[in-house]
């Protein structure tokens, strides 16, 4: 790979990376800290992301358990995650909050899917764009005789082979999560 293009690898990673978080966020019927470690809290007046005031457990494929900190902001941490929209049974018992996940229906799978298909084009677009971009950089190159002809069409080659490999990489990374939220 030529070092023009390589430079660029860096921000086709971070696309997938952020990608990869994204779907992590989605609920596939198993319990993981991300679900919930940025929801926002109102705590000392200020609203502060959940993994910053308490720590997150998964002592069960289907449990939450969270553990503030300071145990005088339980109240705000439960409304915060009742407020969150995230379709959790939340209890609180002494300084422990739990979060169930209840079992996902076909149609909630159905609408997880729809979502994460949606990020994955989302994800796409960035990559897309992100070539678009490398390939203006490398026709201001050859109009200002930076580099040759054959360069230009070398270069591009690389560029599109890169984004296939990518938007592959994309692919299967949502296959896999798809396969993951459709298991019962």
């Given at each position: 790979?030529?070092?023009?293009?390589?430079?660029?690898?860096?921000?086709?990673?971070?696309?997938?990376?952020?990608?990869?978080?994204?779907?992590?966020?989605?609920?596939?019927?198993?319990?993981?800290?991300?679900?919930?470690?940025?929801?926002?809290?109102?705590?000392?007046?200020?609203?502060?992301?959940?993994?910053?005031?308490?720590?997150?457990?998964?002592?069960?494929?289907?449990?939450?358990?969270?553990?503030?900190?300071?145990?005088?902001?339980?109240?705000?941490?439960?409304?915060?995650?009742?407020?969150?929209?995230?379709?959790?049974?939340?209890?609180?018992?002494?300084?422990?909050?739990?979060?169930?996940?209840?079992?996902?229906?076909?149609?909630?799978?159905?609408?997880?899917?729809?979502?994460?298909?949606?990020?994955?084009?989302?994800?796409?677009?960035?990559?897309?764009?992100?070539?678009?971009?490398?390939?203006?950089?490398?026709?201001?190159?050859?109009?200002?005789?930076?580099?040759?002809?054959?360069?230009?069409?070398?270069?591009?080659?690389?560029?599109?082979?890169?984004?296939?490999?990518?938007t592959q990489e994309i692919d299967d990374l949502a296959k896999v999560k798809e396969e993951d939220i459709m298991k019962i």
């Amino acid at each position: 790979m030529s070092q023009f293009i390589e430079s660029f690898l860096e921000d086709y990673n971070k696309a997938i990376s952020h990608f990869r978080e994204e779907m992590d966020k989605l609920k596939a019927g198993r319990a993981h800290s991300s679900m919930i470690e940025d929801v926002f809290v109102e705590c000392y007046g200020v609203k502060t992301p959940l993994k910053q005031v308490a720590s997150i457990g998964v002592p069960e494929a289907s449990l939450l358990q969270i553990e503030p900190w300071d145990k005088s902001i339980i109240k705000e941490i439960e409304k915060a995650l009742s407020e969150a929209n995230l379709d959790l049974s939340i209890s609180v018992a002494g300084s422990t909050i739990r979060a169930r996940i209840p079992a996902l229906t076909e149609e909630k799978r159905k609408q997880i899917i729809k979502i994460l298909n949606e990020k994955k084009e989302d994800a796409k677009i960035i990559l897309r764009q992100l070539r678009e971009k490398i390939k203006k950089e490398i026709e201001r190159q050859e109009r200002d005789k930076e580099i040759s002809q054959d360069e230009k069409f070398s270069f591009i080659e690389e560029l599109d082979k890169l984004t296939r490999d990518k938007t592959q990489e994309i692919d299967d990374l949502a296959k896999v999560k798809e396969e993951d939220i459709m298991k019962i």
